[in-house]
């Protein structure tokens, strides 16, 4: 299969006057053709620090950022000069915010904010951005496309700035989509709409997708394959099947039965103790230990490494769980 | 079982105005004729999207918002028809726990000035005294003595959310508000204050009003609930009931659009169409009705009526209860199609 995306060893510290915030430790990255991975964990973990280095957006300095490999569509990105990048930058490598509100510019319609894409990378004419605009809108969802375009982002709702948003993304057909925390914002009937919407323009124009997200509902519903990241390393990674089926790292497991479901029986919601680390005051051995009910002394000194188990899948771990006989429960 | 909170026809309307002031532009219709009851020692849900009245209707039960009609009873006494300072008094046995934890906290006060403030306000003045009240509080929620003179900016999001609990139960109350306590935290930390929540109503006979907008988390914590819409009720009462048997068209519509966790082979998105609408100006019938699966035409001009189907089990539907017997449009139930649940047409 055709690699879009391959990242090696990125490593990002912030210095700051308490300390060096380690907010991204050695992370490797791969995101085949046509697939949606997903980048999952808890805030403070270092996901949306991960997918900003992707797209070369962390200023440097504050950030002191290290890779040894970031290659995008066989190009290697990290030779790329800014000129350059911003020529990748929403015509290949395309990247959906959080808050719609915000991301969007206030004072300007939005179709003129989608006619920029076209102009910006086409050459195109103001009618025939125009044009494309308005069929885009249409694509994604939005009624009376033509009226939309000319409308303010604050006369439109939540839902609909969102899919103003995935409209702007998918504009030039990108390879790449990196969709940070897509639906947090949004209420969930909107949610399921715009996921549904997403799910079905990125089968339709083949793009790869990396969702960023910590809620691990959305995850079930849209990756293809996992990885799980915590206090700023992967602790497991695996396709989306087995990491729902039999999960192996003992945060993982955690995090699945913290999420609260309608089938659970009432007035007891199962808890992971303790609390994400501080990222300047990070724990000895492995970064989970003071939260894990399986550590041992191992785990107290001794960081594990990422070791592969099982066909594509890797974990960072001691003693991993639903393996030879061991529960996961 | 006694009710402490009763809500009798409720409505708060805020004024919409426009470049001159004096002129009414609409109203919005935050919580209109809303009429329910909190009884004594239960978890009661309220569920609803953003804008549906949630929030504004938990201020009214706390008197923090005067409703525009109708009456609030808290344990039989009507709250805003009290005097000044029997309405202070009664307030003090109703507090309420804030949704955001970071800017809920006065990030100049530190930990002990936070958790005794209202002891001070209420006229409390013995330091030591406080201090060993301050202290047992935060034992009570999970935090302890060292942290007395920390400063918010010091705790994560899970522990200022504590500071918050141990500040709302410091007065001893009786009835808590819990608006959104968790949708600001992150998921391993979730499930800890909500323990923490159970924890402390078994241990000081506390009645919650617990609003969310996570559906799992209503079915795991509440007793009984209500699903409101656009400043109405759509269905309310039992809470196994309602899960058991969702009777308006939008709990399952919210039922349905909750994805779980469970991976599937299909992974099938259940999708309710439209938006929610502007509450200013509401249409005359059913509040639900353009974004409605089973519209019929009646619903657009008709209000449903709020009758109980079964014990304990409310409903405001026309499919449920049937229209009312009186000047009906023509075809009022014929499903609606296609172009007709365009809105303003």
Known sequence: MEQVLKLRNLKVVFPTDYGLIRAVEGVDLDIYHRECVALVGESGCGKSVTSQAV??????????????????????????????????????????????????????????????MYRRHYGDSKQAA??????????????????????????????????????????????????????????????????????????????????????????????????VMYAGKIVEKAPVKELFTN?????????MAAVPRLTDEKKKFTQIPGTVPSPVHKPSGCYFHPRCEYATERCRREMPRLEPMGRDRQVRCFHPLGVGGKSSD | ?????????????????????????????????????????????????????????????????????GQVLFEGVDLHSLPREEFKKTRR???????????????????????????????????????????????????????????????????????????????????????????????????????????????????????????????????????MYLGKLMEAGDADKIFARPLHPYTQALIAAVLDIYFSEEREIVVLPGDTPSPINPPPGCRFWQRCPKAMRGCKTVPPAFLEVEEDHFVACHLVNGFPNQDLPEGFDQPMVGREKVPGR
């Open chain 2, 93 to 227: 046995r109703m507090q309420m726990i804030f949704q955001d934890p970071f800017s809920s906290l006065n990030p100049r006060f530190n930990v002990y000035q936070l958790v005794s403030e209202p002891m001070v306000i209420r006229g409390e003045d013995d330091e030591e005294t406080m201090k060993a009240r301050v202290v047992e509080l935060l034992e009570m929620v999970g935090l302890s003595a060292q942290d007395l003179y920390r400063y918010p900016s010091d705790f994560s999001g899970g522990q200022r959310q504590r500071i918050g609990i141990a500040r709302a139960i410091s007065l001893n109350p009786t009835f808590l508000v819990c608006d959104e306590p968790v949708s600001a935290l992150d998921v391993s930390i979730h499930a800890q204050i909500l323990n923490l929540l159970l924890e402390l109503q078994e241990r000081l006979n506390l009645t919650y009003v617990f609003i969310s907008h996570n559906l799992a988390d209503v079915k795991k914590m509440c007793d009984r609930l209500a699903v």
């Open chain 1, 55 to 116: 797209m070369r957006l962390l200023d440097s300095p504050p950030a002191l950022i290290r890779m040894d490999v970031l290659e995008f569509d066989g190009r290697d990105l990290t030779q790329c000069t800014e000129a350059e990048m911003q020529e990748i930058r929403g015509k290949e490598l395309a990247m959906i915010f959080q808050d719609a509100m915000t991301s969007l510019n206030p004072v300007m319609t939005v179709g003129n904010q989608i006619d920029e």
């Open chain 2, 1 to 69: 079982m006694t009710e402490i909170m009763t809500l009798r026809n409720v409505s708060v309307h805020f004024p919409v105005r426009g470049f001159l002031p004096f002129l009414k532009k609409g109203e919005i219709q935050a919580v209109s004729d809303v009429s329910l009851g909190v009884r004594r020692g239960e978890i009661f849900g309220l569920v609803g999207e953003s804008g549906c009245g949630k929030t504004t209707l938990a201020n009214t039960m706390v008197g923090l918002v005067k409703p525009t009609a």
């Open chain 1, 247 to 255: 999960p192996h790292h003992p945060y993982t497991v955690g995090l």
């Open chain 1, 130 to 227: 125009r044009e494309k605009t308005v069929h885009a809108l249409e694509l994604i969802g939005i009624p009376e496309p033509k009226e939309r375009a000319n409308s303010f982002p604050h006369q439109l709702s939540g839902g609909m700035r969102q899919r103003v948003l995935l409209a702007m993304a998918f504009a030039c057909m990108p390879k790449l989509i990196i969709a940070d925390e897509p639906t947090t914002a949004l209420d969930v009937t909107i949610q399921a709409q715009v996921l549904k919407t997403l799910r079905g323009m990125q089968r339709g124009c083949g793009t790869s997708l990396l969702l960023v997200t910590h809620d691990l509902s959305v995850v079930a519903k849209m990756a293809d394959r996992v990885y």
